[in-house]
């Protein structure tokens, strides 16, 4: 019987692809998301037997996306998470397990991990804060995105708009109501690692895109001014790591300790 998982990552994956890693840290039946590689590199059958789902498409990553969906529309209403990933983002299954957990625990409608502090960025306010689990933000960038499957179906036809992914980062806190709620997070307790120069293989392999006009355009028909002070920048509330005083460290352990004890008695009475 095949598993039935809660989240699933789309990828848009290239030869050199780090997704491999993320199968890592756990079995499978302990993961709780599915892959999908959508292929974009000219091999025969590459990284077909990595996941649970498989494709080859060339092209820029979010009209591909838009296109992989829009063929196969029974996946939005199968997942509950879903997660695009750029391809050289190093993590592993349980901090992705745990992304996910959070991203659903706090009833997020739009997010991202954190980046290492040694990643590659563009945007300093995205890199990891040690000392907070999440950051409730007005943004997030094109690079990783989760959304839930409401926030997907409010923002998918944005996808196909911008062919360099400039723009939307912009545009789909507008198509969610606004950023108000705080239901939109950086999530600083799951960070990724972003292995390499920002923008690489997609203007490499896509020479004839414009992002700043994908940028521009985006912003005229979604009546979005381009203000990184007030948006990009803007944090609203963090969630804090706190240790326990000590005593309720030592109540926990004595709780703990008790439930031990009651189940060995329940087990030595069943017997």
């Known amino acids: 019987m095949k598993q039935v998982r809660k989240n699933l990552v789309v990828l848009r994956a290239g030869d050199g692809s780090l997704h491999r890693r993320w199968l ?28 649970e789902y498989w494709e080859h498409r060339p092209g820029p990553k979010w009209s ?16 509950q998470g879903f997660w695009f990933p750029d391809d050289d983002l190093d993590a592993t299954a349980p901090m992705l397990n745990r992304m996910f957990n959070l991203f659903h625990g706090m009833e997020l409608k739009l997010a991202q991990p954190a980046l ?22 007005a943004f997030v960038e094109v690079m990783a995105p989760i959304f839930n499957r409401d926030s997907l179906k409010q923002c998918l036809t944005s996808f ?30 799951t960070p990724v690692k972003h292995t ?4 690489g293989e997609l203007y490499k392999n896509n020479p004839e895109l414009d992002p700043r006009n994908d940028s ?4 005229e028909r979604y009546g979005v001014q381009l203000d990184r002070f007030t948006s990009k920048f803007a944090c609203f509330e963090m ?31 069943q017997r």
């Open 24 to 51: 890592d840290g756990l079995k499978a039946d302990e993961r709780d998301f599915d892959l999908f590689i959508s292929y974009y590199g000219k091999g025969e059958g590459t990284h077909r037997d990595d996941g």
């Open 64 to 79: 591909c996306v838009a296109e992989l969906l829009a063929s196969n529309p029974q996946l939005i209403e199968q997942y």
């Open 116 to 137: 290492t502090l040694d990643s590659y960025y563009s945007w300093p306010q995205l890199l990891q804060r040690q000392d907070s689990v999440l950051r409730q933000v």
């Open 160 to 189: 196909s708009e911008s062919r360099s992914g400039w723009g939307l980062d912009w545009v789909w806190p507008k198509l969610l109501g606004g950023a108000q709620d705080g239901r939109i997070a950086v999530i600083d307790a």
């Open 196 to 199: 390499r120069p920002v923008g």
């Open 216 to 219: 521009r355009r985006l912003a």
């Open 239 to 269: 969630l804090t790591w706190r240790p326990l005083p000590w005593h309720e460290r030592v109540i926990g352990w004595l709780k703990a300790l008790n439930a031990k004890r009651l189940a060995a008695r329940r087990m030595r009475q």
